[in-house]
């Protein structure tokens, strides 16, 4: 007899619905008449990847709520079990310039807004030239090439190159805080160090994992907490760095840690090896 596993069966679902996603984009570029939650206009591919997650894994056995970025309200399942939080397309304004996008889930074991250390798995879909998955659950992540429904294993057990390649920066420059600034500048002297910045979170945090390096969306002079959101952005990503052996920060401490207030709050992101967020930590302090 099979025993069943409500956190296999989401990741299952994610990693089969991403090939339609990925062709569903066609057609789908063009702005929704809605604003998300967060304020942000919405494109017809984010509503429409939106329901789709939310028809099918909120129908999963073990699944007691589902939430994802574009939708205020979070949805509440008949069963009682794991909390899937999505970001259906980070990265969306990519869309216009067909540039990289993903999706991204954080699978949770407390009703939602929880905070990450109540992650039981996290990940992202990318959808690159190929379109790749990266996984990770108990401390371990792993990579996957997704073709037409299948899902088949490219790495196991990823982490952190130890020597940091590259780097990415969101927000403006001018909206930089001085202390982020000098870090960046840093970075920056290091001839070892290369920008890569494509605008989708999910694309840059991939080549800091592929690369090692440093990913952020800091904290701007005008909003404290910077862009990106605690429960579907911030806590997916850190716990899938943390688990690939390198470090997630809000500037001070891992953002596993944050107190979870809100379904849509935003936090500060840094995420990267474990020597250049110690060193953004001393630089913020
Ligand atoms: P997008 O608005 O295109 O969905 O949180 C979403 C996000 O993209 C991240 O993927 C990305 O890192 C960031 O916003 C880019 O923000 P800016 O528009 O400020 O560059």
């Avoid at 997916?236 to 401490?253: K, L, Q």
Wanted: charged share 25%; with cysteine; aromatic share 8%.
């Amino acid at each position: 007899m099979t025993v069943s596993d409500p956190v296999e069966d989401i990741v299952a679902t994610i990693s089969r619905s991403a090939t339609e996603i990925r062709q569903g984009l066609v057609g789908r570029r063009g702005k929704a008449d809605e604003e998300n939650p967060s304020g942000e206009t919405q494109a017809e591919a984010d509503v429409w990847a939106d329901d789709l997650l939310a028809e099918r894994l909120s129908s999963i056995d073990g699944v007691s709520q589902y939430a994802s970025e574009e939708r205020a309200e979070i949805i509440d399942c008949d069963d009682d079990g794991l909390s899937v939080a999505v970001d259906p397309l980070d990265g969306s304004s990519n869309l216009k310039s067909n540039n990289t996008m993903g999706t991204v889930f954080g699978i949770y074991d407390e009703p939602l807004p929880a905070p990450g250390t109540a992650l039981v798995a996290a990940g992202y879909v990318l959808y690159g030239p190929i379109t790749t998955m990266v996984y990770a659950r108990d401390g371990t992540v792993t990579k996957y090439e997704l073709t037409g429904g299948e899902r088949t294993v490219v790495e196991h057990d990823v982490t952190l190159p130890d020597d940091p390649i590259t780097y990415g920066f969101g927000g403006r420059v001018p909206d930089w805080p001085a202390d982020f600034e000098a870090y960046v500048r840093e970075v920056e002297a290091n001839p070892q160090h290369k920008l890569r910045y494509g605008g989708a979170m999910i694309g840059d945090v991939n080549q800091v994992l592929t690369y090692g390096g440093i990913f952020a969306y800091p904290a701007l002079e005008d909003s404290p907490n910077g862009k990106l959101r605690l429960q579907f952005e911030g806590n997916p990503i850190g716990y899938v760095i943390e688990a690939a052996g390198g470090r997630s920060s809000n500037g001070e401490y891992s953002i596993l840690e944050v107190e979870a207030t809100d379904l849509h709050q935003r936090v500060p992101v840094h995420v990267g090896n474990t020597s250049l967020i110690d060193r953004l930590e001393a630089a913020l302090a």
